[in-house]
């Protein structure tokens, strides 16, 4: 067990719906990643939050967006789902982050399975 | 494109022999990790190499980094079964801005 908890474990949902997926980082991780995992894409970094700000941007598309909030969860909102976006979405958190000194070990949590119908 | 490719796809040996991974990467780095993962389920850190860094070990690992040819090897020697998983790299850029994760291999560890 990682302490890194991610809810719901699996989501079905339909095209053009919108979805929000949640993580809660482990006690004492500033920063929060997340990712999308595919067959066709691999594992993709999307967005990395630190202490509530956004720290670095990967391959996120403009339909998705996060969020950090003050207790340092974070939540991923995918809208205008299509097919494609069916995927394995991880959060992974760090006590540090990308650009800072410290550690940069990230620890993931279980994922979140999006099937989009 | 993926900043890291692993190499080979897949491997599929008998458990106590030795399996060794390649990673590749594209531009300069700041650390290159190693992570794991069991089917479906989070990527597991294994263990950090940094730029300045050329051989790490840890338990049955040993990680190497050659930053001259941009490549990596994760080494897990007397293999056993349970290390049947996926092995990716991740590379922290210089710029510190973006982690890669590359391709994976897939291992299996026939009992």
């Known amino acids: 067990d990682s302490g890194v908890t991610q809810t719901p474990k699996h989501l079905i949902t339909a095209t053009g719906q919108r979805v929000t997926l949640r993580c809660s980082p482990r006690?004492?991780?500033?920063?929060v990643y997340w990712y999308q995992q595919s067959l066709d894409q691999g594992l993709q970094f999307l967005i990395q939050?630190?202490?509530?700000?956004?720290?670095a941007k990967g391959n996120i598309l403009e339909r998705f967006s996060a969020q950090q909030f003050p207790d340092l969860h974070s939540e991923l909102n995918l809208s205008s789902l299509e097919l494609g976006d069916s995927a394995l979405y991880f959060c992974?958190?760090?006590?540090?982050?990308?650009?800072?000194?410290?550690?940069?070990?990230?620890?993931f949590g279980p994922g979140t399975r999006l099937t989009v119908l | 494109s993926q900043q890291g490719e692993e190499d080979p796809q897949a491997l599929s040996i008998q458990e106590g022999e030795n399996a060794t991974m390649n990673c590749s990467y594209k531009?300069?780095?700041?650390?290159l990790q190693w992570y794991r993962q069991n089917s479906g389920r989070g990527l597991v850190h294994l263990i950090l190499i940094r730029s300045n860094e050329r051989e790490k070990h840890s338990g049955r690992l040993r990680v190497t980094l050659d930053t001259s040819k941009k490549s990596s090897s994760l080494l897990i020697t007397a293999s056993r079964a349970a290390d049947t998983a996926s092995y990716f790299c991740?590379?922290?850029?210089?710029?510190?801005?973006?982690?890669?994760f590359g391709t994976g291999t897939s291992l299996t560890v026939i009992p």
């Open positions: 939050y630190y202490n509530g700000e956004e720290r």
């Open positions: 006690s004492g991780d500033l920063s």
């Open positions: 991740a590379t922290l850029t210089n710029t510190g801005n973006q982690f890669y």
């Open positions: 992974a958190s760090s006590v540090a982050g990308i650009g800072l000194a410290g550690p940069v070990e990230q620890f």
């Open positions: 531009t300069s780095i700041n650390n």
